[in-house]
């Protein structure tokens, strides 16, 4: 079967929107989101995130900047796979490195890589530090941490920018359900009061 056989089947297009930003920026949070609202609506979705994939495809890799590397590209080949299955997945991951994103974004064809900054600032990170990690860092308990003792490379020019230090994960997931729909990925349908939940 097709690529384009499988999408007429499902009704959509497959994507990969890559979310990347700070630990504690809502990265999985509005994945699940926007995932929960294109599950309603009967679109075949998927998150990838450091929860389930860190601790199976990826459970061999550490933290040091090329295990952060190889965890990335292996990501990137099996989002790669979901897109061209006519999948729309959401990846979340910090993925710090403008080069790596970057690669991911060249192994797929036009289109098909979406780069979803979620820009809240470290102080909102750090203030919502939902595992402790931030402060572990600063403290000097865990090196190699991205904002603090790790670089973070901002996208320069993403697809789409979530200020989710200033919008709710549910604002955040309905500007992302816009943007799919405005771009034929899915069909449009009324967003309704209860869709985020």
């Known amino acids: 079967m097709t690529r384009q056989e499988r999408e007429e089947n499902l009704g959509q297009r497959g994507v990969t929107l890559w979310f990347t930003g700070l630990s504690g920026s809502g990265k999985s949070s509005v994945a699940i989101t926007v995932d929960r ?9 998927v998150v990838l995130d450091g929860d389930n994939v860190r601790h199976g495809l ?15 590209r292996r ?7 979901f897109t061209r299955a ?5 990846t979340a991951f910090i993925s710090p490195y403008r080069q790596d994103r970057d690669g991911n974004r060249d192994i797929q064809e036009d289109g098909d890589f979406i780069e979803v900054f979620v820009n809240a600032p470290l102080e909102v990170c750090e203030r919502r530090d939902p595992k402790g990690l931030y402060k572990k860092a600063r403290a000097g ?3 190699n941490f991205t904002g603090i003792s790790a670089p973070y490379e901002p996208p320069i020019s993403p697809e789409i920018v979530l200020a989710t230090g200033d919008e709710t994960v549910e604002e955040s997931a309905a500007r992302v359900i816009l943007f799919l729909e405005e771009r034929g990925y899915i069909s449009h349908q009324p967003l309704t009061a209860d869709a985020a939940r």
């Open 37 to 45: 609202i294109l599950t309603k609506r009967g679109v075949a979705s």
């Open 58 to 72: 990826n459970r061999d890799l550490g933290f040091a900047p090329e295990d952060r590397v190889e965890n990335i």
């Open 75 to 81: 990501i990137g080949e099996v989002a790669k796979l």
């Open 86 to 90: 006519g999948i729309i997945n959401l």
């Open 141 to 143: 308990e865990i090196d």
